[in-house]
Each structure stands twice: as structure tokens, then as C-alpha cells.
């Protein structure tokens, strides 16, 4: 039995609007959000002294695939990235990992 909640943030304001209200156990964010890139949200997340979120599951999703953006995950403190488009089968394998408690990278 799967109990699976989301919500939607608009932008990365929006976005940090929420994880400042609610803990998540993952948190998806698009690469190019409106007014800050993921990685800017990500960071401000990671770095936040009273964010219930700095410790969630967060994966970049993107349809850019290159090396220079591999640094930039890595450095903003993303567990992984998933390649658009989001299918099941790219999202399954990281709830199936969350759901038995192990570390998603």
C-alpha cells in the first residue's frame, strides 16, 4: 500500500515557501524553475539553519546532460538527477530506495 502526497511549488520563492511549512522525503526541482535555478533553491535548502527539509532526498530534474551540470548536483548538494521526461521507471527505482530506508544517490 503506497500513501504518496505532492505538492507543487510554481517557482523557487514558491518552492522554498513550502519546505520552510512542510518536511518531505523527496523533493523534485526542475533545473531552469522561474526566478532561481534549482540549484539556487537546493543550496538556500541544504544551507538553511531552520529548514525541515536540509536533510531531504532532493533530485534535479533536467533534459541537459553534460559534465559541467554532474559538477553543479554535486556541488549544490542534489542526491541525483532524473532525465526528463519523468517516467515511472526513472521514478519508481528512487521511491522503491526511500521506501527501504536507504540513502538515495
Wanted: aromatic fraction near 2%; charged fraction near 25%; hydrophobic fraction near 40%.
Amino acid at each position: 500500500d503506497v500513501n504518496i502526497s505532492a505538492d507543487q511549488a510554481a517557482d523557487g520563492d514558491e518552492a522554498l515557501q513550502a519546505v520552510s511549512r512542510r518536511r518531505y522525503d523527496l523533493i523534485l526541482m526542475d533545473h531552469l524553475m522561474p526566478g532561481m535555478r534549482g540549484e539556487e533553491v537546493c543550496a538556500q535548502i541544504r544551507n538553511g539553519e531552520d529548514c525541515l527539509n536540509s536533510g531531504a532526498c532532493i533530485y534535479m530534474q533536467t533534459a541537459e546532460d553534460s559534465a559541467e551540470l554532474d559538477e553543479t548536483i554535486r556541488e549544490s548538494g542534489f542526491n541525483g538527477m532524473i532525465m526528463k521526461p519523468l517516467t515511472s521507471g526513472k521514478l519508481v527505482p528512487v521511491l522503491e530506495q526511500l521506501a527501504a530506508g536507504g540513502a538515495v544517490r
